[in-house]
């Protein structure tokens, strides 16, 4: 008996062994990979995070946090990242619709309290389904950082935001949509849109994060670089301006673009994972956000054509013949990347703070080809 329980003993330990050195040796090829991808695209930084089966099983981070002081990378710093942050906005809405408060059938006009008509057909009712999905024939010709842009007692030109055809009958993205639909939140939630946000999406699922400079540990941003003709990265400190004079004289519902609905939350690679696990799992992580009827609409996609639903895209393009749920973010320099497979459940989170903004298929080479490195090695190994 003592013999035998000393050779399970040793069985057990060689395993055990041979396990430990056949993780560090992935993890070793793994590293070794983002290394030469971030050579290859001249990455600054890079916050990483892999999901499977509803649990961060990697997260790590490389590279520098901020050139001009030589800090690293690392796993908690923040970022702001870009177009990532509609699907927030979008999520905030399907509660305010649960809820009860508002309708995505609504008519934006009434709430906000200026006409959002396309002069051109000016009997078309655009609705908040048809602002979140792009399809209201809106557009940034005229900026999106306030709403005087389209209001039409504020901006004689305010028929350029509007396309030559109708609302429902074309898609082209939009930013202005996504801040108005900002103020849709705060008129119809009573709560300003930052701490609406961090109320009901960031705090019941654990989050550290937000739209609010001044309530986030400043020492946590990684610092933006944008890339020049030279060749060269320019910080970009407008990522994480403070504007405490706008906040001081705040109007609830035309403010609001300060805080960027549209594209200014800030967090980490790691706590956007486990965002994006409440997407995969249809409204949940440990918690109930959304309905699973709400998420399904939001990962539907309502324009054929780009595959958009409600702040999620459905694409086949990110890794060639997967059909992926998610989103990504270009600002100030920065990349970022969120998509998830919500049959198979797993998905992968990738920001960089600056790299060669090359294209490719449609996203950032950079961003694609890092993803598809994670994907390789976490999901679907080769052979």
């Not at 429902?168 to 300003?192: D, F, H, P, T």
């Not at 994480?240 to 673009?257: F, L, N």
């Not at 994006?276 to 996609?301: D, E, L, V, W, Y």
């Amino acid at each position: 008996m003592q013999r035998f329980r000393l050779v399970q003993f040793i069985f057990t330990l060689f395993v055990s062994l041979t396990g430990s050195q056949s993780i560090q040796a992935q993890q070793e090829q793994t590293e070794a990979g983002i290394r030469q991808l971030m050579e290859e695209g001249k990455a600054v930084g890079l916050s990483v995070a892999v999901v499977k089966k509803g649990k961060v099983v990697y997260n790590q981070s490389f590279g520098m946090k901020s050139m001009e002081d030589n800090q690293p990378m690392t796993n908690d710093c923040i970022f702001r990242i870009a177009s990532i942050s509609k699907s927030f906005s979008a999520t905030s809405i399907m509660q305010l619709v649960e809820a009860g408060k508002v309708s995505l059938d609504a008519d934006v006009s009434e709430i906000l309290g200026f006409k959002v008509r396309n002069p051109r057909y000016p009997d078309v009712v655009i609705t908040l389904k048809l602002m979140m999905s792009h399809l209201s024939s809106i557009n940034d010709s005229q900026g999106y950082f306030s709403f005087d842009a389209i209001n039409p007692a504020k901006n004689p030109n305010w028929a350029k935001c509007y396309n030559d055809y109708a609302p429902g009958k074309g898609y082209q993205y939009c930013n202005l949509n996504y801040n108005m639909l900002g103020a849709v939140i705060e008129k119809v939630s009573g709560e300003r849109f930052d701490r609406y946000v961090k109320k009901h999406v960031l705090d019941p699922l654990g989050l550290y994060g937000g739209y609010y400079v001044e309530e986030l540990d400043k020492s946590k941003f990684a610092i933006l670089y944008a890339y020049d003709s030279s060749g060269k990265f320019i910080p970009s400190p407008g990522a994480y301006q403070q504007r405490a004079e706008v906040i001081a004289a705040y109007k609830m519902g035309e403010s609001t673009p300060v805080f960027s609905p549209t594209g200014g939350m800030k967090i980490s690679a790691r706590d956007l994972a486990r965002y994006m696990t409440m997407h995969m799992n249809f409204g949940k992580n440990g918690k109930r956000i959304i309905s699973k009827k709400s998420a399904t609409a939001m990962q539907t996609p309502l324009s054929s054509d780009e595959g958009y639903g409600l702040a999620l895209e459905v694409t086949e393009k990110m890794i060639s013949g997967r059909q992926l749920t998610g989103h990504t973010g270009v600002a100030y320099g920065l990349y970022s990347a969120m998509f998830f497979d919500p049959k198979e459940k797993w998905g992968i989170v990738v920001i960089t703070n600056g790299c060669d903004p090359r294209y490719d298929n449609g996203y950032n080479a950079f961003i694609r080809q890092m993803v598809n490195h994670l994907y390789e090695q976490f999901i679907q190994p080769k052979p």
